[in-house]
């Protein structure tokens, strides 16, 4: 019989580093239950047939600019310094994205090209961003007009592939990701710190695993140990009450059995291929807002640098969530709008009267977190509801 004081459910990075914090600050024991047959959450990437790191669930390129995720991760990692760089597909020539004044320069012609540039520094600053949604409400007629064409060609058809709506039916934080960059700046992300850790991300979220008070338990799917008490607001495992702490990463609706309904995520299908040719497009992602089915293609190849005369591409095809339907089951993205957000505070309010279960992370906390945030949220729902709080909680018995 092992006893545990901490579970975690969930062995992404939300999952991990609450596990490692547990372990290592608090010296509590740790049982971490996966439902995948793998840790490291969508994040999970592996070197495939032909030698290239691929991220099994589509692309995931590490940025922050927050000092203490880059402190924090970096005990656990090298890093590989990798800016990422996406060209997008439009009129047939492929341009910079986020659409930047390089872009304009190469769809428009030259004169118009440094006229619109003008009047964008005159009314924004040089090196600033615009999001589409406040450059389309520009009163100057021939920003109307680069507004127009840029939300047409660049964003209506990725967000209706990408969410099923337009652009103003999701919140205008998800196409602000995106803006339009007045600079000839081609990167896609502007952070302070931009890098791959070098052997991967699984291995980096094994290594966060791999303190002794931890243990990992993959292919375990969690709602068949866990079970709520609703009278008393206690979690049972394995019909004993547990009075230590859960950390639950997944998805609140799942975890209360949908009482109050499904919370709407989006899925992807990924068409991996691997070719007989050493590159096969020249940057890591191509946008392909208008002309197919999906949405970009991603060649592994220019992220971590491998000599080979192959190159392996994944194809996103993005489509509804199903959770009934082995091939559309996996929530990528929260739809984030007003909407689902009401109906999350529910479950959140709900998540909330079991004082001994936390809630953090993309799916648990129903937001569009980039990889750096995950962590950032982890380690200061640690350092705010864990450290002043923790008292002496019992322990799981596992046999
Ligand atoms: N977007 C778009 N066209 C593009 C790139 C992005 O319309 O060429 C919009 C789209 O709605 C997308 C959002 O901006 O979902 C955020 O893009 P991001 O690249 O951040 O998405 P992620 O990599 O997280 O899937």
Not at 160 to 184: F, H, L, Y
Not at 342 to 366: H, M
Not at 370 to 375: E, F, G, L, Q, R
């Amino acid at each position: 019989m092992e006893h545990f004081d901490i579970v975690v459910i969930g062995a992404g990075f939300s999952g991990a580093v609450m596990a490692e914090r547990f372990a290592s600050q608090m010296n509590k024991t740790v049982l971490v239950l996966e439902q995948r047959p793998h840790v490291a959450g969508n994040c999970y990437d592996y070197r495939n047939e032909a030698g290239i790191l691929v991220h099994h669930y589509g692309p995931h390129l590490f940025h922050t600019s927050k000092q203490q995720v880059w402190d924090y991760l970096s005990q656990f990692t090298q890093w590989t310094p990798y800016e990422h760089k996406v060209l997008g597909s439009v009129d047939g020539k492929l341009i910079p994205i986020p659409f930047n004044l390089n872009s304009l320069a190469v769809l428009y012609a030259k004169e118009q090209a440094e006229k619109i540039e003008a009047l964008l520094i005159s009314t924004y600053g040089f090196d600033t961003k615009v999001p589409i949604l406040e450059l389309r409400k520009s009163a100057e007629p021939l920003l109307q007009e680069l507004a127009e064409f840029v939300y047409q060609k660049v964003f209506v058809n990725y967000t209706a592939k990408q969410w099923g709506c337009s652009p103003e039916d999701i919140s205008p934080t998800v196409t602000a990701r995106v803006p339009v960059v007045i600079s000839r700046d081609d990167r896609y992300f502007h952070d302070t710190y931009q890098a791959i850790p070098s052997a991967g991300y699984t291995s980096l979220i094994t290594k966060m695993l791999s303190h002794k008070n931890i243990t990992v338990k993959t292919s375990v799917e969690a709602k068949s140990f866990i079970r709520l008490e609703p009278q008393s607001k206690s979690v049972l495992f394995a019909g004993e009450v547990f009075k230590g702490q859960v950390v639950f990463t997944g998805m609140l609706d799942q975890l209360f059995d949908y009482v109050d309904g499904e919370l709407p995520y989006r899925s992807l299908q990924f068409d991996f291929q691997t070719l007989e040719q050493s590159q096969f497009q020249p940057a890591t992602t191509v946008n392909y807002p208008n002309e197919h089915a999906f949405t970009r293609i991603t060649e592994f190849k220019h992220i971590l640098k491998v000599n080979s005369n192959r190159t392996t591409i994944v194809k996103e095809y993005p489509q509804g969530y199903d959770r009934h339907h082995e091939s559309k089951n996996v929530p990528y993205y929260p739809v984030f709008n007003d909407e689902n957000q009401r109906k999350f505070e529910v479950y959140k309010k709900l998540v909330k009267q079991f004082p001994n279960i936390i809630s953090t992370g993309r799916l648990a906390e129903y937001k569009y977190y980039n990889m750096d945030d995950a962590v950032a949220n982890a380690l200061a729902t640690f350092e705010k509801q864990v450290k002043p709080n923790y008292s002496n909680m019992g322990k799981l018995n596992v046999s």
